[in-house]
């Protein structure tokens, strides 16, 4: 049963995971945890949203501040940081 349900969230959610998680049942358990916790109280996806934007704009700034490049790329909730100014089309 919980095989199945882990399927169905598999397919229908829009994040990638590159299999490290789906091979740990415990890992998989607390992230199913988490998911339904975020769909109970929205406001604390919400906030980690305001989060992600925030910490977006340190690494931009400390980056910039001490010349680094960098280019940050955000798809969906992920947020990817490289240390160069190429453009990034796959991860």
């Known amino acids: 049963m919980l095989a199945e349900g882990l399927w169905i969230l598999y397919d229908s959610w829009p994040v990638y995971q590159g299999y490290t998680l789906w ?11 988490c998911s339904h916790y975020l769909m109970i109280i929205p406001e604390v996806y919400t906030r980690l949203m305001k989060l992600r934007t ?8 400390n980056y910039s ?3 680094l490049d960098y280019t940050i790329n955000q798809l969906g909730r992920c947020t990817f940081v490289f240390s160069h100014q190429k453009n990034v089309q796959a991860f």
Not at 23 to 33: R, W
């Open 23 to 33: 091979e740990n049942p415990i890992a998989m358990a607390a992230g199913l945890g």
């Open 65 to 67: 501040r001490i010349g």
């Open 54 to 61: 925030a910490l977006s704009r340190g690494i931009c700034f």
